[in-house]
């Protein structure tokens, strides 16, 4: 890529005072956050507010004396001078992940202190400020990867390193005190259940979703005249919110169900599973249908004619050529259905299908803001983990000269 030229960015030819402006602009969203919004909340019990607690309020004067001397560092790399662009980057690389240690740290040590001597009801949540504080250095250091252009197994490597690390800080008994914590541990049986029941739920939509989706983005390659119906009705499916869809679903299953007891025998109804996972293929059909279509679409003419030169049939040209050629594009339509239907089955918990949902919709109606982020982030982090698992299967897809 352009940035990565030796010795250094184009900008740094041009005498540019700054660098990295992403760096630069995510350090400043980070110094605003500390300043204006609060680090943490201290309230009475879980169902009021509490009170905001600033960042130097509530880490000890070691940690946010660390943080700020991380952010130094940050802004160094962010300016032309004093350090080369790839040694910038790789301090960025060292620097960013302390500073995300440092604010999870923090939170959890003022959360201890904090409730010491406090009453039992009494709660200690994250506040804006410390999530601006985590997302600023995932962000930092997935700019410093791009820009480096690191191999796949140096990223993996530092991913696995950095979720061993805060793995380690959960296993301990670092974020016990925290309000969300509290709640993990007044649900954990449950919460397991519905986590299997997420992963079921998204597991029985993709895999129809695959084996509909690919024949049909074949058919629409194939057969030009088929392609604009099939589009249309599958672009109209996702025009209808997904309340509604689910709402929808509700009656003609519940009728197909008393009408034929087998059905309801393994658990077609009204409500539950089967609705929610009817809307959730209707939802996945349309990104699996256009990438495969697009994947096939993208095989160059030539190749195809070059291999029936080579007195190839069309069996194997399909599977020889056009299915390797086209998996990459193929697996990215799957990454984003995979991450959209981790997404919304968060929904279908609204209709007795279970899921993570059900601690969102649950807190929401208790008022209880913990609750609601015990089924918020848990389903952030695997849509987030779905996502760079899937792109590893898309860059190893990819032909040797693509890579």
């Not at 129809?208 to 119906?229: D, E, I, K, N, S």
């Not at 609204?350 to 389903?379: C, E, H, N, S, W």
């Amino acid at each position: 890529m352009a940035h990565d030229r030796v010795p250094g960015d184009e900008e740094r030819h041009t005498g540019s005072l700054v660098t990295n402006r992403v760096l630069l602009t995510l350090l400043v969203a980070a110094l605003l956050g500390v300043v204006l919004l609060p680090f943490a909340s201290m309230a009475p019990n879980r169902l009021m507010s509490g009170q905001a607690v600033g960042v130097t309020a509530a880490m000890l004067s070691w940690q946010w004396l660390a943080l700020a001397g991380l952010a130094g560092i940050l802004t160094a790399c962010a300016l032309s001078r004093p350090f080369p662009a790839r040694l910038a980057r790789w301090l960025t690389l060292t620097a960013a992940p302390l500073w995300l240690l440092l604010a999870l740290y923090g939170l959890g040590d003022y959360a201890s202190r904090a409730l010491q001597d406090a009453s039992p009801a009494a709660r200690v949540s994250q506040g804006a400020a410390f999530w601006i504080l985590v997302f600023c250095p995932i962000l930092m250091i997935i700019d410093a990867f791009q820009r480096l252009g690191s191999s796949l197994a140096v990223r993996g490597l530092y991913s696995v390193v950095l979720v061993v690390l805060v793995g380690a800080m959960f296993a301990g008994d670092t974020f016990d005190a925290l309000s969300i914590m509290r709640e993990y541990a007044n649900n954990k049986g449950t919460f397991t259940a519905e986590f299997l029941a997420h992963l079921r739920l998204v597991g029985l939509a993709l895999g129809p979703a695959l084996l509909m989706g690919l024949p049909l983005g074949l058919l629409a390659r194939r057969h030009p005249t088929a392609r604009g119906p099939l589009f249309g009705a599958l672009n109209f499916f996702q025009t209808i919110p997904s309340i509604a869809l689910f709402a929808l679903l509700v009656a003609p299953l519940s009728a197909l169900g008393e009408a034929l007891p087998w059905l309801k025998a393994i658990g077609v109804g009204g409500i539950g599973a089967a609705p929610a996972v009817i809307a959730l293929i209707m939802y996945s059909l349309l990104p699996v249908v256009r990438n495969t279509y697009a994947g096939f679409a993208g095989v160059p003419a030539t190749t195809i004619e070059a291999a029936r030169g080579m007195g190839m049939t069309s069996r194997q040209i399909l599977w020889k050529i056009e299915v390797p050629l086209a998996l990459p594009v193929i697996l990215s339509g799957l990454r984003i259905v995979t991450v959209q239907a981790i997404g919304l089955t968060v929904v279908a918990a609204l209709i007795g299908a279970g899921g993570l949902g059900a601690f969102i919709f649950q807190g929401l109606g208790q008022y209880a803001i913990d609750l609601v982020l015990l089924g918020a982030v848990p389903t952030i982090a695997l849509a987030v983990v779905a996502d760079f698992l899937l792109q590893i299967l898309v860059a190893l897809s990819k032909p040797a000269g693509m890579r």
